[in-house]
């Protein structure tokens, strides 16, 4: 039958079927929520009780403490402490954010920041210090005690790199879907999928850790645990990306993209760290593997490894969850088919 015996009507119904539709839908959907998350995210970010020490005698400490938690809209979670040293050592090991050292002899006191953490954070402490110190009738000095290195503008190199672990995660994972299928028939070929996808993130893992060390030298002097952590970060971003399949089919691949870049990258501590962000986003952040391995990645080459153990969890509970769900998921797909 021609295409005029059959009529414009029909042919747009060939052209667009209700999958079709279905699909596009979806990445409307996908489309509106990347645009309310990441300007959500970042539209106004403000202080949220960013952790801060004071250093000072004892009494004096425990004002200030007071002073800065009363505060309005509570942008500070203040904690005395015995003294500098002791200021200095919380924040190198990522227990604060911050932290004032008060002169009782002098008109001068000392914000230590590590601005490699997040130079958004340093400078909101920065000058919120210096309007409380100015309401005081004192003068404050900032000073960075653990800056990014030069070669690392703004210490985002550790937010990019994991980016690009986790697309080629999620990406690998969807396109071994999209080629064989996104539900993999039985176990064995399942695990066959897993299998390849950890070669994959070995690989991964070790050109990242190269391409941001010796070759550009933004994290340089950490290529065995970058490597590892980019193994691990690509391993979970696929193998979760694989169970989303095997539950969901082609829809799962959309959940992933949610989980992973909607919600993932403007939560992970890229641009602005949690304390910086509302609510929503600054819960979340930690608990997803983006967050999880930027503060791995920051925290190993700036903090030597301080502050990490629940990104190591959370990044292996994701790529333990991938693995199980999905032979789980190819199991029980076997077991209906020969009911069937």
Do not use: K
């Not at 203040?78 to 003294?83: E, I, L, N, Q």
């Not at 090991?93 to 490699?116: F, I, K, N, Q």
């Not at 920065?126 to 030069?150: C, F, I, K, Q, T």
């Amino acid at each position: 039958m021609s295409t005029a015996e059959r009529g414009f009507a029909a042919e747009v119904r060939d052209a667009v079927t209700p999958r079709a539709v279905a699909l596009v839908v979806g990445v409307f959907v996908l489309q509106l929520g990347f645009i309310v998350s990441y300007i959500g995210a970042f539209h106004a970010p403000d202080l949220n009780r960013l952790p801060v020490a004071v250093a000072a005698p004892p009494q004096a400490a425990e004002q200030m403490a007071r002073r800065l938690d009363g505060l309005p809209g509570r942008p500070v979670d203040a904690r005395p402490v015995r003294g500098e040293q002791e200021a200095r050592r919380l924040l190198l090991r990522r227990e604060v954010s911050a932290a004032v050292v008060v002169d009782p002899r002098g008109t001068t006191d000392t914000l230590l920041v590590a601005s490699a953490a997040g130079p958004a954070a340093a400078e909101a402490a920065a000058s919120l210090a210096e309007r409380v110190e100015s309401a005081r009738g004192r003068d404050v000095r900032v000073v960075d005690v653990r800056p990014p290195d030069p070669r690392d503008a703004r210490g985002l190199s550790s937010f990019y790199l994991t980016i690009g672990w986790m697309v080629g995660g999620y990406l690998a994972a969807s396109i071994l879907g999209l080629s064989a299928g996104a539900r993999a028939a039985n176990p064995r070929r399942t695990l066959i999928r897993l299998c390849a996808l950890a070669l994959y993130a070995v690989a991964s893992g070790a050109a990242g850790a190269w391409i941001a060390g010796p070759l550009l030298g933004a994290l340089d002097g950490h290529f065995p645990a970058l490597w590892g952590i980019g193994t691990l970060t690509v391993f979970a971003a696929a193998a979760f990306t694989v169970a989303l399949q095997a539950l969901f089919g082609l829809v799962g691949i959309g959940v992933a993209i949610l989980l992973f870049v909607v919600l993932g990258n403007p939560s992970a501590g890229g641009a602005y760290p949690a304390s910086l962000l509302p609510a929503f986003w600054r819960v979340i952040g930690d608990w997803l593997p983006t967050g999880a391995s930027v503060t791995l990645v920051r925290n190993t080459v700036y903090f030597a490894g301080h502050g990490t153990a629940r990104a190591w969890w959370v990044l292996a509970g994701y790529a333990a969850a991938g693995t199980v769900i999905a032979l789980a998921a190819a199991a029980a797909r076997t077991r209906r088919d020969r009911t069937d």
